[in-house]
DNA sequence: GGCACTTATCGTCATGTTGACAATAATGCT
DNA sequence: AGCATTATTGTCAACATGACGATAAGTGCC
């Protein structure tokens, strides 16, 4: 590592700026079973040694924190190319969040359909999907962590296309609507949201193709509109407009 | 400081692990004469001497990100208890945004009425008011970061209650309605304005008072309601609903 | 005081969006 | 064929929005 060329810049009266372990950490959701769920893995090492995690690790030099994001999900679910949608979410810390001392993190958010995580019996740490609903105790901050990761989720749907993320690159509606009622927690008429999310300009395109086998009159499949999809450079900004709110009691 | 009690707990095959210099930089938003504005200082020191950038430092041993930025803030502007709402914006780097090294920026947000900064002749760093239609280039990746802020302190008027955090405790609606028109840089109509501040629930509450001495009829004085006000222990997460829509060309 | 000017506030109307729910369409199953 | 199941289209009333007319209540000027 590079032991930092700070003191040739910094007069004499400024003291070395502090410097802090930086950690990031990912709340990956999806939905299975119409249930929200998170990936967590299970602490081999203290502190917190058994317990449930979010999936993260340390930044390496040279690396930004999307990157290092991407890389220690990798390493933990073993999964070469993650699908779906990943931001950051937020820092937390560096204060009195890890017993080891100050240890910034910052979160970051997965918004994926269901991918199969390494269930290897190795002496690896055990990555698996929990529902959200029934998450026992976190170690660290997580469940605090967790929590605003949910709210963005759900903030997420309303008003941005992200909720496709969910899904494969082609659904149906029904399957989308399954993801809303899923993040939001609420049941959602599909007649609306069918009028909603097919009438929203912007949001999606149909592929011309229908489902089959399924029991029921097969449905249309559709994929995000071009507008709405994340380009090579950066990720979407797209905006639904108007919204699609979720229903306040 | 502490050298910190890392290698204790993690097992010879860990190295330790990288440790990061961090800083805090608050974008300061404000309104003036109808104007966004942003609040930023003259560097005195290399890199980017003579360079504008936001106001912002090291995060120092046990501290805080939040209680980092109001500190950095205090000190750059001579002002003692801020007003206005600050939350965190997110995070940029480590790589490749520092010439002397990779150094993690927390990027910061305020939101809040037009004060005044310290505009002393002193050798510290001097702050000032910018229009942000006009900003020159800035130092870092300030430029981005700033962009991210507007964009955030946009949307943030369109979902939240947070307009209100540029005004003071009390205003009229034509006093929000500047503040609105200044951060998304439209025309609103006053009407429509005032029939959708006042008719959203949970949004505003009318204090009783008028404002007297202005050219034109007297205009009631509001407040933020009690739901939408900022409670001591966190800040405010309340929603505006319905949406105050910005208009979409 | 009377008048012009300014800003605040209320109303109206056509249009667009939403929630509730009926009706129809297209499959699989028996 | 008839039934169960899911998809999709419609209908209707309530509500929200954009455009804009009309009125209210001050200040400044003569």
Redo the contacts between chains.
């Keep these: 590592?590079?032991i930092?060329?700070?003191d040739e810049?910094m007069?004499e009266s400024h003291p070395a700026?502090?410097?802090?372990?930086?950690?990031v950490d990912v709340v990956a959701l999806t939905v299975r079973d119409g249930e929200l769920n998170v990936l967590l893995i299970t602490r081999l090492?203290?502190?917190f040694r058994g317990k449930l995690a979010l999936p993260g690790g340390?930044?390496?030099?040279?690396?930004?924190?999307l990157?290092a994001a991407v890389r220690e999900l990798a390493e933990e679910t073993g999964v070469e190319h993650l699908p779906g949608h990943l931001e950051?979410l937020?820092?937390?810390?560096?204060?009195g969040r890890d017993p080891?001392?100050?240890v910034?993190t910052?979160a970051h958010l997965l918004l994926a359909p269901d991918f199969p995580v390494l269930s290897a019996g190795s002496d690896a740490e055990q990555a698996a999907w929990y529902p959200v609903a029934e998450v026992p105790e976190l170690a660290f901050d997580h469940a605090r962590i967790l929590d605003d990761a949910v709210e963005r989720a759900k903030?997420k749907l309303e008003?941005s296309p992200l909720g496709a993320a969910f899904c494969g690159d082609e659904f149906t509606i029904a399957q989308l609507r399954a993801v809303y009622e899923a993040v939001w927690g609420t049941r959602l008429d599909p007649r609306n949201f069918h009028r909603k999310a097919t009438g929203t300009p912007g949001f999606l395109e149909e592929v011309g193709r229908m489902t089959a086998g399924d029991a029921g009159r097969p449905a249309a499949l559709f994929r995000l509109a071009p507008e709405a999809r994340p380009t090579a450079g950066h990720p979407t900004r797209a905006v639904l407009?108007?919204?699609l709110?979720r229903p306040?009691e």
């Design positions: 590592m590079t930092s060329a700070y810049y007069p700026p502090e410097r802090f372990p930086v950690t090492i203290e502190p340390f930044v390496l030099a040279g690396e930004d924190l990157e950051q937020g820092s937390y810390g560096p204060k080891r001392g100050d910034l910052v903030s008003y407009n108007p919204p709110m306040r």
